[in-house]
């Protein structure tokens, strides 16, 4: 595959990958309100917050839907601890879950990223997120590496849907046959891009097989046009 004028990048599980969050959560509540809870109940709480935020994320689509977003996801989490948890007020842990969720790049990313821009290639974040996905590429460095930011919360629509990708493609003034879409969501990523009239690849980064027909890379490492060395072998 020759390099695309762009790459429409997803964010999670593509650029970025979440801290694990629950030993910052146990601390977070240990020093905040003196509350111990296991790592099994903190892993409990923690599906539960993520699973209210996956149906809820687009209803953040400025900065006081993020405030009640945040603020509702405080209170699935309480719900989903242990007894103990059920008078802790909200604005406090709420500040203690933002506090234990963290995201970083992936190893290779900021290099692919670089490279990419060095050889002109158009680079915009097509993202399932709320509003904030700007503060976390700001606060992880990606920023200034990228030509645009489409979020689903932003834009009233998410990906699959093919309006997502044209969006991606005006910020990167590029048409579907002169981009690719990179992500690690065979439905999301690889069947919306395809129906936007854009080639996929699908991140695959524990190394599982794709379905029929598709074409997964490992990390960003082996982009088309960028000439990256493979990541060294790591030692067991």
Do not use: C
Not at 6 to 31: C, Q, S
Not at 75 to 84: F, G, I, M, S, T
């Amino acid at each position: 595959m020759s390099a695309p004028r762009a790459f429409l990048l997803d964010a999670l599980g593509t650029l970025l990958e979440l801290v694990p969050p629950v030993e910052p959560l146990r601390r977070e509540l240990r020093e905040r309100f003196g509350l111990e809870v296991s790592a099994a109940e903190a892993t409990v709480a923690m599906r539960a917050e993520i699973a209210f935020y996956r149906t809820h994320h687009d209803e953040a689509r400025d900065r006081a839907g993020l405030a009640r977003l945040r603020a509702r996801s405080a209170a699935a989490l309480r719900d989903a601890l242990p007894p103990a948890a059920a008078g802790l007020p909200l604005a406090p842990l709420t500040d203690a879950l933002l506090a234990a969720l963290r995201f970083r790049p992936f190893p290779e990313v900021p290099e692919a990223l670089e490279r990419a821009r060095a050889r002109g290639i158009r680079l915009v974040v097509v993202s399932n997120w709320d509003v904030s996905l700007r503060d976390v590429l700001q606060e992880t460095g990606l920023s200034p590496l990228l030509d645009g930011v489409v979020t689903s919360a932003e834009l009233g629509v998410g990906k699959p849907d093919p309006a997502i990708f044209a969006r991606g493609l005006a910020l990167a003034a590029v048409d579907a046959a002169n981009a690719l879409h990179v992500g690690d969501g065979v439905e999301a990523d690889v069947a919306g891009a395809r129906a936007a009239g854009i080639a996929a690849l699908l991140v695959s980064r524990d190394g599982a097989d794709p379905p029929p027909g598709v074409r997964a890379i490992r990390s960003l490492r082996e982009l088309p046009g960028l000439d990256l060395a493979p990541a060294p072998a790591r030692t067991l």
